[in-house]
């Protein structure tokens, strides 16, 4: 059974890799025998992640590659780099996103267009260059990392909302027309996840008795907790799972 999960000779690429959830995701994948690539837009932060992640793993295990993954040109040249120098993709995470917080009555199109850009059409990007290389082999995985905002809304956050919401369904558009190359596209849409870029709100005394009355499970997701949907993923253990978005919420989405 556990050769269903095992991930040794595999390579993966999680986008927005430096820290946070995509670092944690990385981790998983390395930890489950892949040679990770990790991914930034910020060559000192994303040095100093795969130095402290390298320390870690077996020599070569882990690398790094900075591009933009909100630029065409970029994300073609990103995965060619990691072809000719890490080996043939055979996953990819894509994690990259920011939000923007702003009711929309004030909200400037220029930072709607950047959360779209970077939340939603990145993945679009990054995603149709991994998969031309992946459809010739006939293999390849693809997750894209939605959010409860895929089904659920807030105020002040509609960017990431419309970006989410759209992620789901490109990742159902990459499965009608990858899915019969032999790759499998899937989604995870966490929760509220306690990180350190999420400290602030756990330290908000109304806002997580909020989330603790809100889910189901009354706590805060972990990162932990997104490590092994990921790697099943990613694995041969989910080899006809195709299109699929899951929720890692508590419960949160679930009730009323």
Sequence with gaps: M?????????????????????????RALADA????????????RLKA???AMAADYPEGRIRSCAFDVTSDTA????IAWIEANVGPLDILVNNAGIQHRMPMLELDLADWERVISTDLTSAFLVGREAARRMI??????IINIC?????????????YIAAKGGLRNLTRAMTAEWAGSGLQINGIAPGYIHTEMTQNLVDDEEFNAWILGRT???RWGTVQDLAGPAVWLASSGSDFVNGQTIFIDGGMTVVV
């Design 2 to 26: 556990s050769a269903l999960f095992d991930l040794t000779g595999r390579t993966a690429l999680v986008t927005g890799s430096s820290r946070g959830i995509g670092n944690a995701l990385a």
């Design 33 to 44: 025998g892949a040679t990770v690539v990790l991914n930034g837009i910020t060559p000192d």
């Design 49 to 51: 992640a795969e130095d």
């Design 75 to 78: 994300a073609e040249d990103g």
């Design 136 to 141: 010739p082999r006939g293999r390849g995985k």
């Design 147 to 159: 959010s409860v905002q895929t089904d659920l809304a807030r105020p002040t956050i509609a960017p």
């Design 216 to 218: 189901p499970a009354h």
